[in-house]
C-alpha cells in the first residue's frame, strides 16, 4: 500500500475494488455473518487484511471522507501506530470495532476500550455484547481491580477490557498491565490523551495501536491546525512519521482553532468579536400583523365563526428529525425527544457515573435520592454519558437538577488535572443565570454538592455586579471551578480577556447551563445573542467534548433555531405539551363564536372534514359534557365514540382507534387525557375551556405525532373562544407573543372593552388614567388598577404641546426605545447641572431652595398639587398622580424628566406662587405605534441601554446633542411623532426595527379617535381633577 500524507488520497493494491468492498460490508456488519469471509476468495481474504491494516482507506477520496462519510487519518509515532476514524453514526463505529476483535485472537492480543464517563463504558459493554464480543467492564474503583487485570493480561480472562477515566489511576499502579490495542470511544482532550498514553501504554511500545473515534459531526469539518503540519518524513512503510505532542495538538484541536485563538487574543469586548458586529448584531425581523396570517379587522361577531389560522412553525434552522432515527417517549407526564435511544432512572443511585460525593450531598438535600422527578428520569442518564439536554416545563418540577449533578461531577473530575504552572486559566464550568437570586441559591447547590476538594483552586466563582468583574477577571487568571453570572456579566467579563491574561480557556471549559432561557431571552436578548454566538465558535457541543443544558419555561425558537444544529446528541424534555407544540410545528387555530351557538359551529365544522380520512379528538371538561355532545353528534350522523374512564378497556380503546381510520369522533374528558398515549391524531377540537393547566394537558394528545419530521406534520388544533372568556382570551394572546405571533385585533379589542364596560358599572373616578390607554388606546395587562375611560376635560392637549410640523429638542432621557424625555430647544440652555441642561426657570428653582429659609414643607398634599422635590441633587418640580397609604405619594417629573416617583410626604415642598404658572419643561414624545412585543408591554432592559448607549449618546464635558422630529398628533400629555432623528440624519425607528423585537401597531391614532369620542363627564365637579400617571 502506497500511504503519503494523511491529507492525501490514499490508494490500496493488490484486491478488485468489488472484493474489497465485500469485505468492507463485512466489517461494517460483523455481526451479520463474518464467518463468511473465510470462504470468500484468497484475492477476498486479502482485500480484508488489508482493510484491517489500512482502516477502510480504499474509499477515501481526496478530501478523506469515505462514501459513508467515514474520515480516516494515520500516524505512525515512537512505533506506535495512532488511526483516526470519523464513522458515519454511532453503529458503524460499534460494526467497525467489532470486526476488528473478531478478527484477532483473544488469548494473545489484548483491547482495551477507554471511555471517558462510566455509563458511557457500560454502554460500550452492552452494544459490544450484542455484536456477540465478551467484554470486561472496570468503570469503578474496586479492590480487586489489580487481581482481575492480571488475570486479563496473562490470558486467563480472553476478553475485551473496557474502562472509563475514572479508574486510570489505579490502573497505572498495575504494573501487569499490557495492551495491544488501545481504542478511544471518543477523542479526549491533550492531556488527558496523553495521560492515558503514559497509563496504558508501557515503554517500549513497540507494534502497539490505537485507534481514537472522533464525534459523529467532526466529519463536517477539516481540522485547519492539521492542514498546517508540514509534509514529514516517512517511515519505512510508507507512513508519516511526527512527534508525539505535534499529533496529540493536531488531533484534539476544535475545528475552528484559528478563529479561536484570534478571539481570545484579541482585547476587545464580546460584541466586537462577533460577525458583523462593528455597529450592533442584527436580530430577527419584527413580525408585524401584516407578516401573520391573523387578521387585524375589527372584530364582527356575525360573521367571525370561521376558524382563524394562526400557523406555528419552529425556525428553518432547527434539527431536522429526517437526517436520523427518532426516539420519542412518553413516560413520567413528559414528552422526550431524541436522536439515540434513552435509558430512564428511578433514582439517583441508578447512575453510575455520579460519584459518592455527589450522591451523599443530595441525600442530604433530599433530592432525587428517593425518587426522581419526571424530568430528571431521562435527563440524568443522559447528561452523565456526557451529551446535551434542553429541559422546557413549568416552574419547580426539578430542570435545574436535570444537569447540576453531572456538571457537579464533572468539575470534581478535571479539577484533578489543572494545573498552577501559569499555563491553565479559566473556568471549566459556565452556569448562565436569569438574575442574581436565582444564581446565588444556584451558587449554594454547587458548593453543598462538590464538598471539600482541592484547597488551592476556587470551585465556585459567583460574579452578578459590575463593578466587581476586574476583581473577579484577576481571580480567573488561575484555574477555577465554576461561574455562575448572567449573560450581561459575561459580556462584560470577557473585556478583561487578553493575551497576556487570559481568563477563557476553552480546551479546559467543559459545561455550559442556560438557566431560565425564556427569562434571560426577554430581559437580556441582545447580550444572550452575542454570548451565544461566542460559544458556539469556540466550543464544540458533542459527546467527548463540551456540553450545552438549556432549560427554562418557555420554548424560545430563535434561540433554540441557532444552537440545535450544534448540538447532534441533544435530549429535548417537555412537561409542558403546550410548548412542545411549537417545536414541532402543530397548526393552532382558534373558532370565535357565541356561547349559545359554538356547538353548531362545531357541527359545521366537523361536516367539512373527511372524518374517513382525518382522526378527530373531541375534549370536554367532564362526563356530562362528554354525554350531552355525543348525542348531539348522533342527532347530526355523526359516527362517535366516548373515552372517558381511566381503565384498561379505555387504552385498549384508543389504540385500536388510533391504529386505524373509523370514520368516528372521539370524545374524551380532561381526566382521561394523560392515558391516552402512543397513537397519532390528525385534529383535536377543544369544545370548552375549564383552566389553562388543563388545556394544555390537552395537547399531549399529539405527542404519537412528533415521531415524524416537522414537515409532515399536518396536525390541527381548533380552540374554541367564547366572546366572554376574558382569561382564556388573554392567556392565548400571551402564549401567542411569546413566540413571536400577533395576536387577532378582535381578541386585543376584545381585553379592552371588557374592561371599559366593567368600569361604567364600577367608576374609578380618582384614579390615574391608565398609560397603556394613553400610549396604545388600548390596554393588554392581565389586571390594571388604572381608569380606562377619558373624561372630557382630559380630551384636550395642553395649550404650550406642539401639535404639528417639526420640533427641535435635547434629549432629557431615553425612557424606553419609544419614548424619550425632552427639553425644546426654544427652552434656552443657561447652564448644566451635572451633565442635566438647565434653563433660566431650572436656574431660578434651584437658587431659591437652596436657601433653607424658602424650603418649607407641604403641609396637605393632593392629586394634581404641583410641589418641589429634591432629586440628584437638583430641586425640580413634580405633579402628584396618585395618593397610597403610608404616607407615600406618586409623582410625575415636569421639568427634568417624565418619570414617575414613589416618594414620602416628608420629602415634598412647597412650590413658590411664581413657579406654579410656569410652562412644564419636559416633553413626553412618542414614536406612534412602535410597543413591545408583549401583553404587558414591557421594553427589555438591554433594548433600553441599547437606544440610550448607541443612539442617544451624550459626550461628557459637550453641549447636548440637537435632535428633530416630525409631530404626528398630541394626545393628553403625549406628543406623538413619526420619527425621530439625529444631526446625521440617522432614525431612531428604523434602529429600533432593525435590532430590537418590536411590534409596529398602526392603528394607534385610530383608536386614541375612538377613546376621545367615548369621554365622559367627570362624574363629581367637587372633586379635583386627577392626573394621569
Request: glycine letters at 6%; aromatic letters at 8%; charged letters at 20%.
Amino acid at each position: 500500500m502506497n500511504n503519503n500524507n494523511s491529507l492525501e488520497k490514499q490508494r490500496v493494491s493488490g484486491a478488485g475494488r468489488g472484493n474489497l468492498d465485500r469485505a468492507l460490508r463485512s466489517f461494517f456488519h460483523g455481526n451479520n455473518g463474518l464467518n463468511q469471509f473465510f470462504e470468500q476468495s484468497p484475492v477476498t481474504q486479502g482485500a480484508a487484511k488489508l482493510c484491517g491494516n489500512a482502516a477502510l482507506s480504499a474509499l477515501v477520496d481526496g478530501t478523506g471522507n469515505g462514501n459513508g462519510n467515514e474520515q480516516i487519518t494515520k500516524h505512525v509515532c515512537d512505533d506506535v501506530e495512532f488511526t483516526y476514524l470519523t464513522p458515519s453514526s454511532k453503529k458503524a463505529a460499534l460494526d467497525f470495532v467489532a470486526a476488528i476483535i473478531k478478527n484477532e485472537d483473544l488469548n494473545v492480543f489484548r483491547f482495551l476500550v477507554i471511555c471517558e464517563q462510566a455509563d458511557e463504558a457500560a454502554d460500550w459493554m452492552q452494544e459490544l455484547g450484542r455484536r456477540s464480543v465478551g467484554c470486561l467492564l472496570l468503570n469503578e474503583p474496586k479492590k480487586l481491580i489489580d487481581f482481575c487485570v492480571s488475570l486479563w493480561t496473562d490470558g486467563t480472562l480472553n476478553s475485551v477490557l473496557i474502562v472509563c477515566d475514572l479508574v486510570l489511576e489505579l490502573l497505572v499502579q498495575c504494573r501487569s498491565l499490557r495492551v495491544n490495542y488501545l481504542i478511544h470511544s471518543t477523542q479526549p482532550l491533550p492531556h488527558v490523551f496523553q495521560k492515558r498514553l503514559d497509563a496504558l501504554i508501557p515503554i517500549p511500545r513497540k507494534g502497539i495501536q490505537v485507534l481514537v473515534l472522533r464525534c459523529l459531526a467532526a466529519n463536517q469539518f477539516q481540522y485547519i491546525a492539521a492542514e498546517k503540519v508540514a509534509p514529514r518524513a516517512t517511515t519505512s512503510n510508507g507512513q508519516a512519521s511526527i512527534s508525539l505532542s505535534e499529533l496529540i495538538a493536531t488531533a484534539t484541536l476544535a475545528p475552528s482553532a484559528e478563529k479561536l485563538s484570534s478571539m481570545l487574543n484579541k482585547e476587545c469586548s464580546v460584541e466586537d468579536m462577533l460577525p458583523g458586529s462593528d455597529a450592533i448584531t442584527q436580530t430577527m425581523s419584527s413580525p408585524t400583523p401584516s407578516d401573520t396570517s391573523t387578521s387585524s379587522d375589527a372584530f364582527d361577531p356575525a360573521i367571525e365563526h370561521k376558524p382563524k389560522s394562526l400557523t406555528v412553525q419552529p425556525s428553518e434552522d432547527q434539527f431536522d428529525t429526517a437526517t436520523g432515527c427518532v426516539h420519542a417517549y412518553n413516560n413520567f407526564g413528559i414528552f422526550a425527544w431524541s436522536r439515540s435511544e434513552q435509558i430512564s432512572c428511578f433514582n439517583i443511585s441508578e447512575v453510575a457515573a455520579i460519584g459518592p460525593t455527589i450522591k451523599a450531598a443530595m441525600q442530604v438535600l433530599n433530592i432525587g435520592h428517593a425518587r426522581a422527578k419526571s424530568v430528571q428520569r431521562y435527563a440524568w442518564t443522559h447528561v452523565a454519558a456526557g451529551r446535551s439536554m434542553c429541559a422546557i416545563g413549568n416552574e419547580s418540577i426539578g430542570k435545574t437538577w436535570c444537569y447540576l449533578p453531572t456538571l457537579c461531577q464533572r468539575n470534581i473530575h478535571e479539577s484533578k488535572y489543572r494545573k498552577f504552572d501559569g499555563t491553565d486559566y479559566g473556568p471549566s464550568s459556565i452556569i448562565l443565570c436569569a438574575n442574581a437570586q436565582q444564581g446565588e441559591q444556584i451558587g449554594k447547590w454547587c458548593v453543598g454538592l462538590l464538598g471539600m476538594q482541592r484547597e488551592d483552586m476556587e470551585h465556585v466563582i459567583k460574579l452578578f455586579k459590575r463593578t466587581t468583574a476586574f476583581e473577579v477577571a484577576q481571580r480567573m487568571t488561575r484555574p477555577c471551578g465554576i461561574l455562575i453570572t448572567t449573560v450581561e456579566q459575561l459580556g462584560h467579563i470577557y473585556q478583561f480577556h487578553t493575551k497576556s491574561k487570559p481568563i477563557f480557556n476553552p480546551f479546559v471549559l467543559r459545561c455550559v447551563a442556560v438557566d431560565g432561557i425564556d427569562v434571560i431571552w426577554r430581559n437580556s436578548r441582545i447580550h444572550c445573542e452575542k454570548v451565544t454566538q461566542w460559544l458556539l465558535n469556540i466550543l464544540r457541543f458533542e459527546e467527548g467534548h463540551a456540553q450545552l443544558f438549556v432549560v427554562g419555561r418557555l420554548w424560545i425558537e430563535q434561540f433554540m433555531g441557532r444552537v440545535l444544529p450544534k448540538l447532534p446528541d441533544v435530549l429535548l424534555m417537555f412537561e409542558d405539551a403546550l410548548e412542545a407544540s411549537i417545536f414541532n410545528g402543530l397548526k393552532l387555530e382558534l373558532l370565535t363564536t357565541k356561547s349559545d351557538q359554538h356547538v353548531q359551529d362545531i357541527l359545521a365544522l366537523l361536516q367539512n372534514i373527511k372524518l374517513d380520512e382525518q382522526r378527530v379528538v373531541l375534549a370536554c371538561q367532564a362526563k356530562p359534557e362528554a354525554s350531552k355532545l355525543s348525542k348531539q353528534l348522533s342527532n347530526a350522523n355523526i359516527s362517535n365514540i366516548i373515552i372517558d374512564k381511566q381503565d384498561r378497556c379505555a387504552e385498549i380503546a384508543y389504540a385500536e382507534w388510533s391504529k386505524k381510520r373509523q370514520a368516528s369522533v372521539l370524545i374524551t374528558i380532561d381526566d382521561v387525557v394523560p392515558k391516552l398515549r402512543g397513537g397519532s391524531i390528525d385534529c383535536l377540537i377543544h369544545c370548552d375551556y375549564s383552566n389553562w393547566p388543563r388545556f394544555k394537558a390537552r395537547f399531549s394528545l399529539f405527542y404519537g405525532n412528533y415521531k415524524t419530521t416537522k414537515n409532515s406534520n399536518t396536525a390541527t388544533s381548533i380552540m374554541h373562544v367564547g366572546l366572554g372568556d376574558v382569561e382564556q382570551t388573554w392567556l392565548i394572546c400571551d402564549f401567542m407573543l411569546k413566540h413571536n405571533r400577533s395576536p387577532p385585533e378582535s381578541y386585543m379589542s376584545m381585553l379592552t372593552e371588557y374592561r371599559r364596560k366593567c368600569e361604567l358599572f364600577q367608576p374609578r373616578s380618582n384614579i390615574p388614567l391608565c398609560r397603556h390607554l394613553m400610549s396604545y388606546g388600548n390596554c393588554y395587562r392581565h389586571t390594571c388598577q388604572y381608569r380606562h375611560i377619558l373624561w372630557d376635560f382630559e380630551t384636550v392637549p395642553p395649550d404650550h404641546h406642539p401639535k404639528k410640523g417639526n420640533i427641535e429638542f435635547h434629549v432629557l432621557a431615553s425612557v424606553t426605545p419609544a419614548q424619550t424625555a425632552a427639553k425644546l430647544t426654544e427652552d434656552k440652555i443657561f447652564k448644566y447641572f451635572f451633565n442635566m441642561p438647565v434653563t433660566k426657570l431650572g436656574e431660578s428653582i434651584q437658587l431659591h431652595y437652596e436657601n433653607p429659609l424658602n424650603q418649607k414643607a407641604h403641609l396637605n398634599p393632593k392629586v394634581g398639587d404641583i410641589c418641589v422635590l429634591k432629586l440628584n441633587k437638583l430641586y425640580q418640580r413634580v405633579g402628584i398622580t396618585r395618593v397610597n397609604t403610608g404616607g407615600r405619594f406618586d409623582v410625575r417629573q415636569l421639568d427634568a424628566g417624565i418619570e414617575f416617583l414613589l416618594i414620602h410626604k416628608s420629602e415634598l415642598l412647597a412650590c413658590d406662587a411664581k413657579f406654579k404658572d410656569e410652562s412644564f419643561e419636559a416633553y413626553d414624545l412618542r414614536i406612534t405605534g412602535l410597543a413591545p412585543f408583549n401583553m404587558e408591554r414591557i421594553w427589555p432592559e438591554d433594548a433600553k441601554r441599547l437606544v440610550r448607549h448607541k443612539f442617544f449618546n451624550r459626550n461628557l464635558g459637550k453641549p447636548c446633542r440637537t435632535f428633530t422630529a416630525k409631530v404626528d398628533f398630541a394626545f393628553h400629555e403625549i406628543i406623538f411623532v413619526e420619527n425621530v432623528y439625529d444631526d446625521a440624519g440617522n432614525d431612531l425607528k428604523s434602529f429600533v426595527l432593525k435590532n430590537i423585537p418590536v411590534l409596529m401597531d398602526k392603528d394607534v391614532k385610530t383608536r386614541l379617535q375612538e377613546v376621545i369620542s367615548r369621554a365622559k363627564p367627570f362624574p363629581n365637579e367637587n372633586l379635583a381633577n386627577p392626573t394621569s400617571p
